[in-house]
Each structure stands twice: as structure tokens, then as C-alpha cells.
């Protein structure tokens, strides 16, 4: 699947590039912001899986997951490395990282059907070594902590349109980060809501920015953009 066939279940509300949107405006409530949705969904990905093994979406195509690992291996980092995949969903991204050579992965999600999702398509690959946690990130009370990078591709976008108290919830994801982080940590993060200028207002305490990778552009009334945002931030005190 590629960057044109990607997953839009929390997108839809980035912004075109002539637009000028507030720093850390927040978009509007949605369902899919919510635990009960992605259950569901999961649910359904998780009994399509056990009927014909189809592993459901992969969020923002395989080349979002190639993107990452080709910076991680420019970055040089470590085969042992602790490795956290926030909000894992199937956890294809983790079959991809031990395919890789990263021994050290584990991911999470506060769907119980993910997890389950997850365990049954890690279990499919031969894979069993792999930690899969049912964990609410925004919650964890410092159950996570000493990784050396932590990926996010899409879930702090699906967090951000939470209905409940949206500026609370951003705030909680970056606490939970800062404790899950080694000093010097790495965090990996892939948004199709949020623009480069956003996430780096929204991640400027704590955390210093290293570097964007590129994604796919677009024109929109004579100006370029891109439709999707990844950016590379590092821990520091």
C-alpha cells in the first residue's frame, strides 16, 4: 500500500498550504478520538484476520514504515536498542522492525482488540518473542520507561480530536513521553493533522528538534504542501 492508499481514519483535517492556521489550534471533537471507535474497529480487523488473514489498513502505506526505518538506519541506531510503538494498532510496524534486525521492540495500544490483533499476526510471522501490551499511553503512571526510541505514526493525531478536554490530553502525551524517553531518546513522529510548524510548538519543552524526512508533496493554489508531516525530535532536560 502506498502514501495514495493510506489509512484516513484520523486524517482530513490538515491543513491546505495556504492556509494559516493557529499554532495549536485544535480541530474539532470526533469519534475518532475515542476508545470505543477504535475497539471496534479493531474488533472487525481482528475477525477479518482470523477468517482470511488479511491484516487490515497499514497507516499511511508501507512507505510511511520504510521512511522511518531508513532514517533509523541512517541514525545508526542500535540493533538493541529499546524500541516503543505508541498506539501499535495491527502491529505491522512491528513485524517490519524485527524483519529489520531490531530485537529489543515492543509495542502498545489501549484497544484490547489490537493487542489481540497484533499477538495473532505476530504469532502468524513466526514472531512470538515480541511484547504486545494493552497500555493507555496517557496513563501509563511510569509503567513505561528507559526506550531508546519511541515511534508514533498516527496516534497522537487520533488523540488531538479527542472530545474530552483535547489541550489536557495533549499535555498528558507529552508527559508520557518525556517519562517513557531515555535522555537523549529519540521519538519518531508521523502526523497527517498536524503541520511541521504545530508539532514543533507543541513538542518544544523537553524535546529538541533533529530533523524532518521527507514526504510527499502537494500544489494547492500556487503553493506546495505536504499531506503528511514526520519529524525526528530528541529528549533532553
Known sequence: MDEATNSTHACGNKSDPGEDRCLDSDFEPSKLGTKDYWEDAYQKELETFRDIGDVGEIWFGEESMSRVLRWM?????????????????????????????????????YSPASVELAKNILQAEDLTDVTVKEVDFLNCQGELKGFDVCIDKGTFDAISLN????????????????????????FAVTSCNWTKEQLLDRFSEGFEFVQELPTPSFQFGGKTGNSVTALIFKRVC
Open 163 to 186: 472530545p474530552d478536554n483535547t489541550k489536557e490530553v495533549k499535555k498528558l502525551y507529552v508527559h508520557a513521553l518525556k517519562d517513557a524517553l531515555k535522555d537523549q531518546g529519540l
Open 73 to 109: 538506519d541512517k541514525a545508526n541506531i542500535s540493533e538493541n536498542a529499546a524500541i516503543l510503538d505508541i498506539g501499535t494498532g495491527n502491529g505491522a510496524f512491528l513485524v517490519e522492525l524485527v524483519k529489520h534486525g531490531y530485537r529489543n521492540v515492543m509495542g502498545i495500544d
